[in-house]
T-cell receptor, first 113, second 118 residues
Framework: AQSVTQLDSQVPVFEEAPVELRCNYS??????LFWYVQYPNQGLQLLLK??????LVKGINGFEAEFNKSQTSFHLRKPSVHISDTAEYFC???????????FGKGTRLSVIA | GAGVSQSPSNKVTEKGKDVELRCDPI?????LYWYRQSLGQGLEFLIY????????KSGLPSDRFSAERTGGSVSTLTIQRTQQEDSAVYLC????????????????FGQGTRLTVV
């Protein structure tokens, strides 16, 4: 069965500092990869996705992620965070798009002024 | 509609009562999913509907949980004889479905229903 591991449950970072949220998945077949963000008391919003093509994917709000097939990773990065980036971030995988998304447990990003 | 709509947004119920949660997917989306989000547990898959195929119920935690999708659109998640451990946010999502190329996997989420069992 598919699994997604988000290695850090909480990441505190100072405003304007860079951040990386780590995500690893278990799969030996093609997958589609996603990062979702959940702001306090809101639903999930798609941040970015990897379906095919370039392994560096750019998303909304200045975030980007790199698909690394050999390391089965899809880490999320932002060069300079803002207070408004404080939220829960979820990595998800869909094996070939034929089955529901499998989510990691989430990483709570806290940006400190 | 413009997005996935869920109702009610909040539901408080007494232990032992039955509850129904509703999801209205994006028009034209053939795939519909229910997830449960508990504090510190991430998103737990419950059930998946794809077109007219038999639903994938592999994530339902017990036989107290059931879901149906009428006319390929609106879905209702029913929890019978609710227990306190059922308290969570129940999220519904929809996507284009299997026959829509690379876009099929992207899921759009509703705001969720926060269920509190007292």
């Amino acid at each position: 069965a598919q699994s997604v591991t988000q290695l850090d449950s909480q990441v505190p970072v100072f405003e304007e500092a860079p951040v990386e949220l780590r995500c690893n998945y278990s799969s030996s077949v093609s997958v589609y990869l996603f990062w979702y963000v959940q702001y306090p008391n809101q639903g999930l919003q798609l941040l970015l996705k990897y379906l095919s093509g370039s392994t560096l994917v750019k998303g909304i709000n200045g975030f980007e992620a790199e698909f690394n097939k050999s390391q089965t990773s899809f880490h999320l990065r932002k060069p300079s965070v803002h207070i408004s980036d404080t939220a829960e971030y979820f990595c998800a995988v869909s094996p070939s798009g034929n089955t529901p998304l499998v989510f990691g447990k989430g990483t709570r990003l806290s940006v400190i002024a | 509609g413009a997005g996935v709509s869920q109702s009610p947004s909040n539901k408080v119920t007494e232990k032992g009562k039955d509850v129904e949660l509703r999801c209205d997917p994006i028009s034209g989306h053939t795939a519909l999913y229910w997830y449960r989000q508990s504090l510190g547990q991430g998103l737990e898959f419950l059930i998946y509907f794809q077109g007219n195929s038999a639903p994938d119920k592999s994530g339902l935690p017990s036989d107290r949980f059931s879901a149906e999708r009428t006319g390929g659109s609106v879905s209702t998640l029913t929890i019978q004889r609710t227990q306190q451990e059922d308290s969570a946010v129940y999220l519904c999502a929809s996507s284009l479905g299997l026959d829509r190329g690379l876009g099929r996997a992207e899921a759009f989420f509703g705001q969720g229903t926060r269920l509190t069992v007292v």
